[in-house]
């Protein structure tokens, strides 16, 4: 896709992160925007920013967890605008612990929001944009699914994270090559960020109370939590530098979206050790302390 102006784009987890700074340069190309986030004074404030730049915007408030609204965000969007050209199913929320303490409420909410957002993303809009193709030779669409580098890698404490974006990875590849089959006018990518300031470490503020959990946080959970805060505030990267990189490869029709292409040694390693049958490697092999205060951390 090369021509984003009057073309439409629907972003969820759009009012923070790497959603809002979507929506900020869609509206800089001249886009119309739905946006969609389960906060709703960040969704309203993020839409007035936009509108008092003079750009066409909505929002909707959208538990993408649940499919009956996506299909609302997808009618509004219909209704409004009459089409939709770029889908950003992109709303993650992330939490880590040992795997066997996670509770069934963390699995519900986690993969609710990372996994099944971007399935019921990719049921609810692929056929309106196949259907838009059909009808007109020169539509053009594009999906952007949000994994992460642990959609790559498997870093310790974070399982239930990493299997969730595990997921996205495989679902967009697929995509991409179920999309090939029938059409050349509508494409997809994944990205997959590394460490990057955007506010999803704090990500619990918008935990649905009937998924909390009535037991306080596990060691393995305060542990990966405070790591995952240090990891992301301290991020060089930021949302709006991800954001560009991400229209850049919508423009050039790049698949795989990377904010730290150096990251990706570690995912050669890892290939390596699948292909030659080796155990995994340890995660922490160039960074031994990090390993020992994480043990030491851990084991009290």
């Known amino acids: 896709m090369k021509q984003f102006e009057g073309r439409v784009a ?41 509108k008092s730049q ?6 909707l408030r959208t538990d993408v967890s649940k499919a009956e609204q996506v299909q ?7 209704t409004t605008f009459g089409e939709v050209n770029l889908v950003f199913n992109n709303a993650g929320v992330g939490a ?20 099944y957002g971007v399935i019921h993303g990719v049921r609810i809009f692929t ?6 193709a059909a009808k007109d030779p020169s539509f053009q669409g594009h999906i952007i699914n949000t994994a992460s580098m642990a959609g790559l890698l498997n ?25 090939g089959l029938v059409t050349e006018q ?36 305060m542990v990966s939590q405070a790591l995952s805060d240090k990891a992301v505030s301290s ?23 990377y904010s730290h292409p150096q990251a990706l040694a570690a995912v050669r390693q890892r290939m390596e050790h699948i292909v030659d049958q080796t155990n995994p490697g340890d995660p922490f092999g160039d960074r031994p302390e990090v390993r020992a205060g994480l043990v030491a951390a851990l084991r009290g």
Not at 72 to 78: F, I
Not at 105 to 110: G, L, S, Y
Not at 160 to 177: D, G, I, P, W
Request: hydrophobic share 45%.
């Open 10 to 50: 629907v972003i969820t987890g759009g009012a923070s992160g790497f959603g809002k700074e979507f929506a900020r340069i869609g509206a800089q190309l001249g886009m119309k925007l739905v946006l969609a986030d389960v906060q709703e004074d960040a969704l309203d404030a993020t839409v007035a920013e936009l």
């Open 54 to 59: 003079g750009t066409q915007v909505i929002g």
């Open 72 to 78: 609302a965000l997808a009618d509004a969007a219909m």
């Open 96 to 115: 880590g612990g040992f795997v066997w303490e996670n509770t069934e409420k963390d699995w519900e909410w986690v993969l609710g929001v990372n996994l």
């Open 127 to 132: 056929p309106l944009m196949l259907a838009a």
């Open 155 to 179: 870093p310790p404490a974070m399982g239930v994270y990493n299997v969730s974006k595990h997921a996205v990875v495989s679902l967009t590849e697929t995509l991409h090559h179920d999309l």
């Open 186 to 221: 509508v494409r997809c990518s994944v990205l997959c960020p590394y460490f990057v300031p955007t506010g999803i470490s704090q990500s619990h503020r918008n935990r649905p109370s009937g998924l909390t959990n009535d037991a306080p946080p596990t060691r393995s959970q």
């Open 235 to 257: 991020g060089k990267v930021t949302a709006a530098d991800v954001a560009q990189l991400t229209f850049d490869a919508i423009r050039d029709e790049s698949f795989y979206i």
